[in-house]
């Protein structure tokens, strides 16, 4: 099983990155035509071939390479990324005006008003609005599980 440092680790090689992409997006995966499009040496290629699919971000089929299911999930927490990085200065704003100091203990609505007029990303607005926590939402029964407490 990889850790999220090996994940990272070869997302964060930029031709890595560009190779899983492309993959995720339904590009052409036929190894030639990859090695071509990033201009990669075969040793380049296979290389980082082999560094995402021991991720298990990818997976072999005969000659064809595609996105596991794995990878599907790490692809959709990286262009949640990507659209907070497009909107790093509307969240920017966002956090300037729900830390002053005037309007630290600003009512749930006017927060709401506040996020709803800056950010247009549905998926960051949830995000925003979810109660607070460590910065994300979790479900009642995770919290739960996570306590160890049951409720009676």
Not at 11 to 31: A, Y
């Amino acid at each position: 099983m990889p850790s999220i440092s090996d994940v990272l680790r070869i997302l964060s090689d930029e031709k890595g990155f560009v190779i899983f992409k492309s993959l995720s997006n339904g590009d052409e995966n036929r190894s030639e035509m990859i090695r071509t499009k990033f201009k990669l040496s075969r040793k380049q290629y296979y290389t980082r071939m082999a560094n995402l699919t021991r991720a298990g971000l990818i997976g072999k089929d005969k000659a064809t390479y595609s996105v596991t299911t794995f990878g599907r999930v790490v692809q959709h927490s990286l262009s949640l990324t990507e659209t907070a990085i497009d909107n790093y200065w509307k969240l920017k704003a966002v956090d300037s005006v729900l830390n002053s100091k005037e309007d630290h203990n600003l009512p749930e609505e006017e927060r709401q008003k506040i996020v709803e007029s800056l950010i247009d990303s549905k998926e960051i607005k949830d995000l925003l609005m979810a109660p607070k926590n460590d910065g994300y939402s979790r479900s009642e029964a995770n919290e739960k599980s996570i306590s160890g407490r049951k409720e009676v």
